[in-house]
């Protein structure tokens, strides 16, 4: 196992956030824990290997649960190679840190297949910073993550990618958020990828609300997939979806986003927008379904390019036509960083200048 500095270093090696502060952390289908987990232990957070936790009588019943929740079987385990983590967050805890766990391709070719089971306890405040990244040029990572969100919690989740050309990424979310939760979902892909597909479901009940943020660009020929879909089955329930995507070269975007009122006075609005560069194509499939006469939907989308009077602007400032348009891309796509705490907000920004700067 290596030690502590180890795992720093492997961590910042990859370019995402927190290197200081990771808990736990799997390197193609090995999980290396850190000190830091003393610390959360102490307050009642469970960090653990989700096919050790499957075995312990105290967290198998509430993984099964969990899966069967999302139509799932405990066969799901006997997939050669899985590895993943068993989070559990008790009720009533007021995290104020972030809690911070990362996935790694470190060998070339490598097929990395990932299970996460997340159980967070009614009224817990937390954040979960998560980041996935590859160290090599070739590989697949395809993870399966079911959250549930218990009642009156406040959770903000942050997913970081930071991908190389030749890779291939397929990721599904599931999340249930009990009455009166508040879940905001940030998503950040900056890098090349050589495809991905990102499906998102969550189900929203009585008076919780849900927001979900995406800030993606597409590279050279990478295929990028975002299904997102939200049911708000719960009377009083709301959502917001803000997607913000930039296609250069010759990528190709698709957002397809559907939002589901199911319940009465339910409330939801889509917003996408794309920024088009070189020879890029962009595509969203914005959807919304009711099944109540007292909901509120609404969606818009906008397409297009930089504008060419920002970018003259800028450079009658001193920058180089390059620099203007990043710092443009930048801006576009850190919009969707404003409701985040400063620290985080801060993370966030750099790491969008930083990939912005090396990939555009």
């Not at 560069?277 to 509120?296: C, N, Q, R, W």
């Not at 705490?341 to 801060?346: D, H, I, S, T, V």
Request: proline fraction near 3%; hydrophobic fraction near 40%; charge should be positive.
């Amino acid at each position: 196992m290596p030690d502590g500095d180890s795992v720093d270093k492997l961590v910042a090696k990859t370019g995402l956030p927190f290197p200081g502060e990771v808990s736990s952390i799997v390197v193609n289908e090995k999980l290396f824990m850190k000190s830091y987990l003393k610390t959360l232990a102490g307050k009642g957070i469970v960090i653990e290997d989700v096919r050790k936790a499957l075995s312990e009588r105290e967290y198998a019943e509430n993984i099964t649960r969990l899966l069967e929740k999302n139509g799932l079987k405990k066969d799901v385990f006997e997939q050669q190679g899985l590895t993943g983590l068993f989070v559990k967050v008790p009720p009533g805890l007021k995290l104020d840190v972030p809690l911070y766990y990362c996935f790694i391709l470190e060998s070339p070719g490598f097929y990395q297949k990932i299970l996460n089971i997340i159980e967070i306890g009614d009224r817990a405040q937390v954040t979960l910073a998560k980041g996935c990244a590859a160290i090599v040029e070739e590989g697949v990572h395809s993870a399966l993550t079911l959250i549930d969100v218990g009642r009156g919690c406040d959770v903000t989740s942050i997913m970081v990618h930071n991908w190389r050309s030749k890779v291939k990424v397929g990721a599904k979310t599931n999340v249930r958020v009990e009455a009166g939760s508040v879940l905001r979902e940030y998503y950040v892909k900056l890098t090349p990828v050589d495809s991905i597909t990102l499906t998102s479901e969550v189900h929203a009940y009585e008076k919780s609300r849900v927001e979900i943020y995406s800030s993606t660009i597409g590279h050279r020929r990478s295929r990028v997939h975002h299904n997102t879909r939200v049911k708000l089955k719960g009377a009083g329930s709301s959502a917001i979806i803000n997607v913000k995507s930039v296609a250069n070269d010759q990528s190709f975007i698709r957002h397809n986003i559907m939002l589901e009122a199911l319940s009465a006075e339910t409330r939801g609005h889509v917003e996408c927008t794309g920024l088009l560069l070189g020879d890029a194509v962009f595509e969203t499939i914005p959807s919304l379904k009711s099944a109540s006469m007292d909901s509120e939907l609404t969606h818009e989308a906008s397409l297009g390019k930089i504008k060419s009077d920002e970018v003259f602007y800028l450079m009658t400032r001193g920058l180089s036509e390059e620099e203007a348009t990043r710092l443009i891309v930048v801006g576009f796509l850190s919009q969707v960083y404003e409701k985040l705490p400063k620290q985080l907000k801060e993370y966030l920004l750099s790491i969008t200048r930083l990939f912005v700067s090396k990939t555009l």
